[in-house]
């Protein structure tokens, strides 16, 4: 079983920087990956980046234009996400979730395991 806890996170003012991380417990093993997906009042969940487990493997939406970067420690079990330049519409609550094989990875349904989100607010 695998337990996904966010954290980080906060209030911060356009353009700053800001990481969110998500510890991670149970197996890591073979085609684990984990991605992290935001929803803003009113929207749909969307992706936002994604990491293979095992060699690091990571792709982006291009929602974010260049401004996100997903890594991960796995002696620590951490996956975390900076986002850079942030704007108001970046305001969201961010999630990660894990998967077991990485077939298709862009929608919420392709994921099993969620973690209970943390808040991003940008204020302009």
């Known amino acids: 079983q695998v337990r996904l806890v966010e954290s980080g996170g906060g209030l911060v003012p356009a353009g700053s920087s800001i990481q969110v991380t998500c510890s991670v417990s149970?197996?890591?093993?073979?085609?684990?990956?984990v991605a992290w997906f935001r929803q803003a009042p009113g929207k749909e969940r969307e992706f936002v980046a994604h990491i293979q487990w095992s060699g690091g493997r990571t792709q982006y939406s291009q929602i974010v234009g260049g401004r996100a970067t997903i890594f991960r420690t796995p002696s620590a079990r951490m996956c975390v996400l900076q986002m850079d330049n942030l704007q108001p519409e970046d305001t969201a609550l961010y999630y990660c979730?894990?998967?077991?094989?990485?077939?298709?990875?862009?929608?919420?349904?392709?994921?099993?395991?969620w973690g209970q989100g943390a808040q991003v607010t940008v204020t302009s």
């Open positions: 979730a894990a998967q077991y094989g990485f077939t298709s990875i862009y929608s919420p349904a392709d994921y099993m395991y």
């Open positions: 149970g197996s890591t093993l073979g085609e684990f990956a």
